[in-house]
C-alpha cells in the first residue's frame, strides 16, 4: 500500500504528451492513444463534483464510515475518482466545490492505516 | 535580553474539525449537574470525524503553516509531532505528515510524548537547532484527538485540533522569540498506561500541584530571567485544559481578562491538548499588528510548563489571509449528537 503513497497522497496523475489527455491514477501508458510517451503532472488541490454516487451497503472494513459517497471530480487539472468526506449525502450536488485533504482509509488486516486523499467541501475563508 | 536568540515563527496553521458536541449534552447523558459544565467555562468541543487522526489534523494545520511561511520546503530540517493520540503506538507521525507534505528525506522526524505539552518542547529544541544553524527551518506540529473514558468528566472537554509552526531565522519571520523558561517536575496528574484507551486523572483534572504550579513558576521564571511585568505583554496564551483555569492563571499572575480572552478558545472547542495553547497563539497572531508582545504557556501533565516571550513584526498582516483563520474555522461548524460523536471517535466496537 505505501508504495503507492505519491498517488494517493499528492494527487500526481500522468499528462499524454502526444494527444494532451490527463489521467488519474498515473499510468504508463496512455488510455486513449496508447502512446508511451507521458509524464507525471501534480492535478491541483480542489475541483468541482461532476457526478457521484452513495455506497450504502460497503465493503467489509468500511462500515464506520458509511454512507460512502464516491464522486468523479474535476480540478481543472484532471478529474479524479474520489471519496467525498465531511458532508452527508443530501448535502452533495453537482458543481460542488470541493477541496483535497488527507483522511484514513479502512485499516488493512493487519492493522495498516493508509492515508489518501479525499474531497471536502471548500473551507471557506473570510 | 534574547540570549542571542535570532529565531522566529515565519508560517502558523491551525486545524479544527468541523463538528461540535454541546458539553451539556454529555452531562445530561451521564447525570453531570448543569452547573459542573458552568464552572468548567465550556460551551462546545470539536469533534474529529470518523476518517481523521492526530496525523491528518496535523498535516492539514502543517500544510497551512508552510503556505504562510511561503518557503522551500526542501529547507525545512526537522519536523516534530507533539501528540498523546498517535495513531501507531510505534511508527512515526512525523514521516507520515513530511512525506504527504514533499518534505526533503534529509531531515530530523521524531512524536515526542510529554501530554499536552510536547509540542512546546518541540519548540524549544527547535530553537536550538535553528540559532546553531543546524537547520534553517523546523517544522512543529501539535495535534491530538484526545481520549476519555465515556462517561468520565475529562470526556466535556476532551476535544480534537492540531496546530503547525515554521520555525526559522528572526529575519523574515511574522514573531520572533525574545525569551524562554521552562518547569518541570514530577507530579502524577493525569496519566495514561500502555494499552489502556483512557487517561487517568487525580481530582477533576489537573489542579493546584500541576497546571497552576508549573505555569506560575515558568511565567514568573521567565519575566523575572528577561526582567518583565505582566504590563510587557499584549496577549497571554495559556494552555487550556477547561475555560476556566487559564483565566484563573493568568488573573494571579497579574495579568487582565481582556489579555487573556483573545487566547482562549477552550470554550468553543474544548481541550486540543498538545494543539490547545497552540491554537489560542494562532488565533492570537491572527488579529495581532507589529510592535505587539505575546506570552505563551504550556502546560503538560507529568508535569511541565514552558513560556515564551514573541514579538510581532510587520510580516504578520501579509501572512494572515494566506490560509485558513482559526475564526473561519470556529464559524464552520455542525453540531452533533452524542449518537454521531461515539461512532466519529469509534467508542463503540462492532464484532
Ligand atoms: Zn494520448
Known sequence: MWRLKDILLNLVGTKCLNCGHVFYPPKAACPKCSSRNVKKVSLGTS???????????????????????????????????????????????????????????????????????????????? | MSKGLSVGIVGWGAYIPRYRIKALDIASLWGFDPQLVKSLNIEEKAVANVDEDATTMGWYAARSAIIRAGIDVNE?????????????????????????????????????E?????????????????????????????????????????????????????????????????????????????????????????????DEPAYFTHIVNAVKGLMREYSFKPEDFDYVVFHQPNGRFPLKVGLELGFTEAKILPGLLNPWIGNTYNAAALIGLARVLEESRPGQRILLATFGSGAGSDAFSLVVTDEVKSKV????????????????????????????VRV
Not at chain 1, 454512507?67 to 458532508?87: E, M, R, S, Y
Not at chain 2, 516534530?80 to 530530523?108: C, Q, R, W
Open chain 1, 47 to 126: 475541483g468541482k463534483v461532476i457526478t457521484y454516487t452513495v455506497v450504502n451497503v460497503p465493503i467489509e472494513g468500511f462500515e464506520s464510515m458509511s454512507p460512502l459517497i464516491i464522486a468523479l471530480v474535476d480540478t481543472g487539472g484532471g478529474k479524479v475518482l474520489t471519496q467525498l468526506t465531511n458532508v452527508k449525502p443530501d448535502e452533495v450536488y453537482v458543481g460542488m466545490e470541493v477541496e483535497a485533504t488527507v483522511r484514513r482509509s479502512a485499516t488493512t488486516l493487519d492493522g495498516y492505516v493508509p492515508y489518501i486523499i479525499k474531497f471536502k467541501p471548500k473551507e471557506r475563508y473570510s
Open chain 2, 76 to 112: 525545512i530540517g526537522a519536523i516534530f509531532v507533539g501528540t498523546e493520540s498517535k495513531p501507531y503506538a510505534v511508527k512515526p507521525s512525523a514521516t507520515i505528515i513530511a512525506d504527504a507534505l514533499n518534505l526533503p528525506n534529509k531531515k530530523l522526524a521524531s512524536d515526542l
Open chain 2, 114 to 206: 510529554f501530554a499536552c505539552r510536547a509540542a512546546g518542547e518541540a519548540i524549544r529544541i527547535s530553537l536550538g537547532l535553528v540559532s546553531s544553524g543546524m537547520v534553517k527551518y523546523s517544522l512543529v506540529v501539535g495535534s491530538d484527538t484526545a481520549q476519555a473514558n465515556p462517561g468520565d468528566v475529562l470526556e466535556l472537554t476532551a476535544a480534537s485540533g492540531a496546530a503547525a509552526y515554521v520555525i526559522g531565522p528572526k529575519e523574515g519571520s511574522v514573531a520572533y522569540f525574545e525569551g524562554y523558561y521552562t518547569f518541570i517536575s514530577d507530579t502524577p496528574d493525569f496519566w495514561r498506561r500502555d494499552g489502556s484507551p483512557y487517561p487517568l486523572h487525580g481530582e477533576i483534572f489537573t
Open chain 2, 321 to 348: 489571509d494566506k490560509a485558513v483563520k482559526v475564526m473561519d474555522m470556529l464559524r464552520n461548524k455542525v453540531y452533533i449528537d452524542y449518537g454521531r460523536y461515539v461512532k466519529f471517535r469509534k467508542l463503540l
